[in-house]
């Protein structure tokens, strides 16, 4: 029982052309995130959400969007990919109570190639 | 602002050495939280500890023991007896109290840990 799952794991995708990666978790956590694991740049946050509909930006967000219509799924769409967006994906959850912050748990990761 | 700094970029050692991996971290924060995750050769993100700020006590768990020091803003990592297995990238991070809607976390760049047979 995973808790949260990624997909797809890896995908080639040609430049220009949108992307969407999917990110689904059963923990009925508040708290989801996409980050971008990179050579030299460890992890950044791309985008956020704090709850149904709603999403923020990271701090690497140009050239990314969000959507959370479902408290279990977070969606990361690259609208137009570029080269510079190959990566890998990592979806995180968070949940929030009396004992703040328990720390993410992280999917397994896409790893995105842009061609 | 938030930092985390990871010195070490990449450590060999030898399979049975003891190994310290460190972290400092920078916050204005009192209330805050440190972790650590592993990241092995498969990829995936493991959370390994989590500690708050008014927690120094230090944690042993089996091989794997934390050292916080709130005076020297670090959060080391120490492996004993260390094991081919324990081969990974190791990210120490810090969230502060939320002030934002999020809990925000800042990573560290990674410590790479090569542990040779």
């Known amino acids: 029982d995973a808790g949260i799952t990624q997909s797809p794991r890896h995908k080639v995708t040609e430049t220009g052309t949108p992307v969407t990666l999917r990110c689904h978790q059963t923990e009925n956590h508040r708290y989801m995130y996409w980050y971008r694991q990179d050579p030299g740049h460890g992890l950044r946050l791309i985008h956020y959400?704090?709850?149904?509909?709603?999403?923020d930006k990271g701090e690497v967000s140009d050239g990314y969007s969000v959507s959370r219509s479902k408290t279990e799924d977070f969606l990361l769409t690259l609208e137009s990919a570029t080269s510079s967006q190959t990566s890998v994906y990592f979806c995180?959850?968070?949940?929030?109570?009396?004992?703040?912050?328990?720390?993410?748990?992280f999917g397994s990761g896409t790893r995105l190639t842009v061609v | 602002a938030q930092k985390v700094t990871q010195a070490q970029t990449e450590i060999s050692v030898v399979e049975k050495e003891d190994v310290t991996l460190d972290c400092v971290y920078e916050?204005?924060?009192?209330?805050?939280?440190l972790f650590w995750y592993k990241q092995p050769p498969s990829g995936e993100l493991v959370f390994l500890i989590r500690r708050n700020s008014f927690d120094e006590q230090n944690e042993i768990s089996g091989r794997y023991s934390w050292n916080f020091q709130k005076s020297t803003s670090s959060f080391n990592f120490t492996i004993t007896a260390s094991q081919v297995v324990d081969s990974a990238v190791y990210f120490c991070a810090l969230s502060e109290r939320a002030k934002t809607s999020y809990d925000k976390v800042i990573f560290g760049p990674g410590t790479s840990l090569s542990v040779i047979p």
């Open positions: 995180a959850i968070s949940g929030t109570g009396t004992d703040y912050n328990y720390g993410y748990t």
């Open positions: 916050t204005r924060d009192t209330t805050y939280y």
């Open positions: 959400s704090y709850g149904v509909k709603d999403t």
